[in-house]
Antibody, heavy 122, light 107 residues
Framework: QVQLQESGPGLVKPSQTLSVTCTVA??????????WTWIRQHPGKGLEWIGH???????YYNPSLKSRLTVSIDTSQNHFSLRLTSVTPADTAIYYC??????????????WGQGTLVPVSS | SSELTQDPAVSVALGQTVRITCQGD??????PSWYQQKPGQAPVLVIY???YRPSGIPDRFSASRSGTTASLTITGAQAEDEADYYC???????????FGTGTRVTV
Protein backbone atom coordinates (compact mmCIF):
# COMPACT_ATOMS: atom_id res chain seq x y z
CA GLN A 1 0.00 0.00 0.00
CA VAL A 2 1.48 3.30 -1.08
CA GLN A 3 1.58 6.01 1.55
CA LEU A 4 2.57 9.65 1.21
CA GLN A 5 3.50 11.83 4.16
CA GLU A 6 4.10 15.57 4.10
CA SER A 7 6.48 17.24 6.48
CA GLY A 8 6.09 20.96 6.71
CA PRO A 9 7.59 23.93 8.51
CA GLY A 10 4.67 25.00 10.60
CA LEU A 11 4.48 28.78 10.54
CA VAL A 12 6.24 30.76 7.78
CA LYS A 13 6.71 34.50 7.86
CA PRO A 14 5.75 36.71 4.92
CA SER A 15 8.48 37.16 2.31
CA GLN A 16 10.19 33.95 3.45
CA THR A 17 10.38 30.61 1.65
CA LEU A 18 7.93 27.79 2.25
CA SER A 19 9.38 24.29 1.94
CA VAL A 20 7.45 21.03 2.25
CA THR A 21 8.70 17.50 1.65
CA CYS A 22 6.64 14.44 0.74
CA THR A 23 8.04 11.04 1.64
CA VAL A 24 6.73 8.09 -0.32
CA ALA A 25 6.48 4.66 1.32
CA UNK A 26 5.37 1.35 -0.13
CA UNK A 27 6.48 2.14 -3.66
CA UNK A 28 9.39 3.57 -5.59
CA UNK A 29 9.37 7.18 -6.64
CA UNK A 30 11.40 6.02 -9.65
CA UNK A 31 8.36 4.33 -11.18
CA UNK A 32 8.04 6.10 -14.51
CA UNK A 33 4.28 5.57 -14.65
CA UNK A 34 3.66 8.24 -12.04
CA UNK A 35 3.94 11.96 -11.55
CA TRP A 36 4.51 13.31 -8.09
CA THR A 37 2.19 16.19 -7.43
CA TRP A 38 1.58 19.12 -5.11
CA ILE A 39 -1.93 20.42 -4.53
CA ARG A 40 -3.07 23.01 -2.04
CA GLN A 41 -6.31 24.05 -0.45
CA HIS A 42 -6.86 27.47 1.05
CA PRO A 43 -8.90 27.34 4.27
CA GLY A 44 -12.52 26.62 3.43
CA LYS A 45 -11.83 26.75 -0.31
CA GLY A 46 -11.33 24.40 -3.23
CA LEU A 47 -8.34 22.49 -4.53
CA GLU A 48 -5.56 24.12 -6.54
CA TRP A 49 -2.98 22.22 -8.56
CA ILE A 50 0.51 23.55 -7.81
CA GLY A 51 2.74 21.39 -9.96
CA HIS A 52 4.23 17.98 -10.47
CA UNK A 53 7.47 16.22 -11.23
CA UNK A 54 8.47 12.99 -12.90
CA UNK A 55 11.37 10.95 -11.55
CA UNK A 56 13.30 11.98 -14.66
CA UNK A 57 13.21 15.51 -13.28
CA UNK A 58 10.70 16.89 -15.74
CA UNK A 59 8.49 19.45 -14.02
CA TYR A 60 5.19 21.17 -14.76
CA TYR A 61 4.06 24.20 -12.82
CA ASN A 62 0.86 26.14 -12.35
CA PRO A 63 1.48 29.32 -14.37
CA SER A 64 0.16 31.45 -11.52
CA LEU A 65 2.92 30.16 -9.21
CA LYS A 66 5.69 29.40 -11.66
CA SER A 67 7.86 32.42 -10.90
CA ARG A 68 8.08 31.47 -7.20
CA LEU A 69 7.95 27.70 -7.39
CA THR A 70 10.46 24.88 -7.47
CA VAL A 71 9.53 21.22 -7.24
CA SER A 72 12.39 18.78 -6.86
CA ILE A 73 12.82 15.07 -6.40
CA ASP A 74 15.34 12.93 -4.52
CA THR A 75 15.10 9.36 -5.73
CA SER A 76 17.70 8.16 -3.22
CA GLN A 77 15.47 9.31 -0.35
CA ASN A 78 12.21 8.43 -2.13
CA HIS A 79 10.85 11.88 -1.55
CA PHE A 80 9.98 15.03 -3.44
CA SER A 81 9.78 18.60 -2.30
CA LEU A 82 8.04 21.91 -2.85
CA ARG A 83 9.72 25.26 -2.45
CA LEU A 84 7.70 28.46 -2.73
CA THR A 85 9.51 31.77 -2.35
CA SER A 86 8.34 35.22 -1.30
CA VAL A 87 5.22 33.93 0.42
CA THR A 88 2.34 36.10 1.54
CA PRO A 89 -0.68 35.35 3.74
CA ALA A 90 -2.45 34.34 0.51
CA ASP A 91 -0.22 31.27 0.46
CA THR A 92 -1.71 30.04 3.72
CA ALA A 93 -3.16 26.65 2.84
CA ILE A 94 -3.16 22.95 3.43
CA TYR A 95 -0.49 21.51 1.18
CA TYR A 96 -1.11 18.01 -0.12
CA CYS A 97 1.20 15.71 -2.02
CA UNK A 98 -0.31 13.09 -4.29
CA UNK A 99 0.60 10.46 -6.85
CA UNK A 100 -0.66 11.15 -10.35
CA UNK A 101 -1.05 8.94 -13.36
CA UNK A 102 -2.62 9.43 -16.73
CA UNK A 103 -3.40 8.06 -20.14
CA UNK A 104 -4.34 9.65 -23.40
CA UNK A 105 -7.75 10.84 -22.28
CA UNK A 106 -7.71 10.79 -18.52
CA UNK A 107 -5.62 11.57 -15.47
CA UNK A 108 -6.05 11.01 -11.75
CA UNK A 109 -4.44 11.26 -8.34
CA UNK A 110 -4.85 7.95 -6.58
CA UNK A 111 -2.84 8.35 -3.37
CA TRP A 112 -2.70 11.48 -1.25
CA GLY A 113 -0.88 12.55 1.86
CA GLN A 114 -2.96 13.70 4.80
CA GLY A 115 -1.92 17.30 4.13
CA THR A 116 0.03 19.82 6.15
CA LEU A 117 -1.32 23.22 7.11
CA VAL A 118 1.17 25.99 6.46
CA PRO A 119 0.12 29.35 7.89
CA VAL A 120 1.90 32.42 6.58
CA SER A 121 1.89 35.08 9.22
CA SER A 122 4.19 37.48 10.97
CA SER B 1 -10.71 27.91 -21.21
CA SER B 2 -9.31 25.38 -18.73
CA GLU B 3 -11.81 26.21 -15.99
CA LEU B 4 -14.14 23.58 -14.60
CA THR B 5 -17.44 24.75 -13.15
CA GLN B 6 -19.55 22.83 -10.64
CA ASP B 7 -22.77 23.66 -8.84
CA PRO B 8 -21.89 24.84 -5.31
CA ALA B 9 -24.28 22.54 -3.48
CA VAL B 10 -26.86 19.82 -3.96
CA SER B 11 -28.97 17.85 -1.54
CA VAL B 12 -30.36 14.35 -1.80
CA ALA B 13 -32.64 12.25 0.34
CA LEU B 14 -31.23 9.08 1.81
CA GLY B 15 -31.40 6.29 -0.74
CA GLN B 16 -32.17 8.56 -3.65
CA THR B 17 -30.02 9.47 -6.67
CA VAL B 18 -27.98 12.62 -7.08
CA ARG B 19 -26.02 13.87 -10.07
CA ILE B 20 -23.08 16.24 -9.74
CA THR B 21 -22.01 18.05 -12.87
CA CYS B 22 -18.71 19.48 -14.05
CA GLN B 23 -18.58 21.76 -17.06
CA GLY B 24 -15.61 22.96 -19.08
CA ASP B 25 -14.20 23.08 -22.58
CA UNK B 26 -11.35 20.75 -21.65
CA UNK B 27 -13.88 17.97 -21.07
CA UNK B 28 -14.80 17.78 -24.73
CA UNK B 29 -12.06 15.24 -25.36
CA UNK B 30 -11.07 14.31 -21.83
CA UNK B 31 -12.53 12.30 -18.99
CA PRO B 32 -12.28 14.04 -15.63
CA SER B 33 -11.45 12.34 -12.40
CA TRP B 34 -13.68 12.78 -9.37
CA TYR B 35 -12.72 13.18 -5.73
CA GLN B 36 -14.64 13.00 -2.49
CA GLN B 37 -13.45 15.09 0.42
CA LYS B 38 -14.88 14.86 3.93
CA PRO B 39 -14.19 17.53 6.56
CA GLY B 40 -10.65 17.44 7.85
CA GLN B 41 -9.59 14.71 5.44
CA ALA B 42 -7.61 14.50 2.24
CA PRO B 43 -9.51 13.99 -1.00
CA VAL B 44 -10.18 10.44 -2.14
CA LEU B 45 -10.31 9.36 -5.77
CA VAL B 46 -13.73 7.88 -6.57
CA ILE B 47 -13.83 7.75 -10.38
CA TYR B 48 -11.32 8.15 -13.21
CA UNK B 49 -11.17 7.63 -16.96
CA UNK B 50 -14.46 6.72 -18.62
CA UNK B 51 -15.98 5.19 -15.47
CA TYR B 52 -13.39 3.34 -13.40
CA ARG B 53 -13.62 3.05 -9.63
CA PRO B 54 -10.53 2.40 -7.52
CA SER B 55 -10.65 -0.58 -5.23
CA GLY B 56 -12.91 0.03 -2.26
CA ILE B 57 -15.17 2.61 -3.92
CA PRO B 58 -18.80 1.43 -3.90
CA ASP B 59 -20.50 0.76 -7.21
CA ARG B 60 -23.19 3.32 -6.42
CA PHE B 61 -20.70 5.85 -7.80
CA SER B 62 -20.66 6.18 -11.59
CA ALA B 63 -19.61 8.74 -14.17
CA SER B 64 -20.60 9.90 -17.62
CA ARG B 65 -19.75 12.64 -20.07
CA SER B 66 -21.55 14.44 -22.86
CA GLY B 67 -19.92 17.22 -24.81
CA THR B 68 -18.31 19.61 -22.36
CA THR B 69 -20.26 18.38 -19.33
CA ALA B 70 -19.29 15.45 -17.15
CA SER B 71 -21.37 13.99 -14.35
CA LEU B 72 -20.82 11.96 -11.22
CA THR B 73 -23.90 10.05 -10.14
CA ILE B 74 -24.52 8.54 -6.73
CA THR B 75 -27.30 5.99 -7.00
CA GLY B 76 -28.84 5.24 -3.63
CA ALA B 77 -26.99 7.90 -1.64
CA GLN B 78 -25.88 6.95 1.85
CA ALA B 79 -25.27 9.15 4.83
CA GLU B 80 -21.52 8.57 4.48
CA ASP B 81 -21.62 10.10 0.99
CA GLU B 82 -22.15 13.55 2.48
CA ALA B 83 -19.00 15.39 1.42
CA ASP B 84 -17.47 17.85 -1.02
CA TYR B 85 -16.88 16.52 -4.51
CA TYR B 86 -14.36 17.85 -7.01
CA CYS B 87 -13.74 17.09 -10.64
CA UNK B 88 -10.31 17.46 -12.20
CA UNK B 89 -8.89 17.34 -15.69
CA UNK B 90 -5.54 17.57 -17.41
CA UNK B 91 -4.78 19.85 -20.31
CA UNK B 92 -3.07 17.38 -22.64
CA UNK B 93 -1.29 20.17 -24.49
CA UNK B 94 0.40 21.69 -21.44
CA UNK B 95 0.26 18.86 -18.88
CA UNK B 96 -1.30 21.33 -16.50
CA UNK B 97 -4.18 20.40 -14.27
CA UNK B 98 -7.30 22.13 -13.10
CA PHE B 99 -9.81 21.30 -10.39
CA GLY B 100 -13.48 22.09 -10.46
CA THR B 101 -15.00 24.58 -8.06
CA GLY B 102 -16.44 21.81 -5.91
CA THR B 103 -19.95 20.65 -4.98
CA ARG B 104 -21.12 20.09 -1.43
CA VAL B 105 -23.47 17.13 -1.25
CA THR B 106 -25.87 16.97 1.67
CA VAL B 107 -27.66 13.72 2.37
Amino acid sequence: QVQLQESGPGLVKPSQTLSVTCTVAGGSIRNGAYYWTWIRQHPGKGLEWIGHIHYSGRTYYNPSLKSRLTVSIDTSQNHFSLRLTSVTPADTAIYYCARGFWGSFYAAFDYWGQGTLVPVSS
Amino acid sequence: SSELTQDPAVSVALGQTVRITCQGDSLRNYYPSWYQQKPGQAPVLVIYDKNYRPSGIPDRFSASRSGTTASLTITGAQAEDEADYYCSARDSATNHFVFGTGTRVTV
